[in-house]
């Protein structure tokens, strides 16, 4: 069997605790149905709804405490970690358990190194925390001079910096555990974006890194031969949202590159998938890259449903 990672999208999980529980016990049936398959699953998970919440909360209440220091926005991201891995690993665990298979699962708090030349810095791109209308963010912005954009017609988010990520510090951690036959959950919301300062320390930034481009570094790092993007679509589509609209079953690297150029994936959503898959699959032969719904896991797995990437062409 295969050794495969999943990354699932935060917005699939939900918006507030409650719906997040129930949403993870959802996710685990596809994700067990994997690992009953006989598959090595490693999980990555992103955290945009749950990070930007965290964040506003804490701000919101140094505010009403008249504290000048609020919450980093790194250590917002490690909460989130540990808060939407619990709620995974619990799920995961039961139905585990249900099923009479003996794993452990663990959550793993990520860091992940950036460059701190990365010209990100310089342009906010990424998308957190909560949508608002088009009057409420531009009051925002007015009020506390960040950056809100129009995110894919839901509405306004906050967006900061998106650098690119470089190593994920704790891989080692992770691989022994693999390894060994446990279930790891790792690089949550593209991990604790951190720089390096001197010989030893390690510094969180105010920064998100891409769940997928996180979740294909450390994919690289453990040696996995799939990648599972998975997202709220059964297969990617070019010409979406149009009449002559087309599911795509394979891309080679060279039609996904072309349809990249055409703007055929939004920046906001589709496009970093895609980057994702096609730097996973260029970085070494035979591995391939699924992008597909969570939902259809199990039959993407079989080759049923999900766009492949590949890289070359299948014949």
Known sequence: MSRILIALGGNALGNNAKEQKELSYQAATPIVDMIEQGHDVIISHGNGPQVGAIHLAFSKYAEDKGHEMKMPFAESGAMSQGYIGYHLQNALREELAKRGIVKSVASIVSQVVVSSDDPAFDQPTKPIGPFYTEQEAEKLMRETGDTYIEDSGRGYRKVIPSPVPIEVVEKEVMKDLVDSGHIVIGTGGGGIPVIKEGEHRLKGIEAVIDKDLASECLAEALDVEFLFILT????????????????????????????????????????????AALKFVESKKERKAIISSLERAKDAVLGKTGTVIYRERQD
């Open 232 to 275: 709220a679509v059964d297969q990617v589509a070019i010409n979406f949202g149009q009449p002559n609209q087309q599911s795509l079953n394979s891309m080679s690297v060279t039609e996904a590159r072309q349809y990249i150029e055409e703007g055929q994936f939004p920046p906001g959503s589709m496009l970093p998938k895609v980057e």
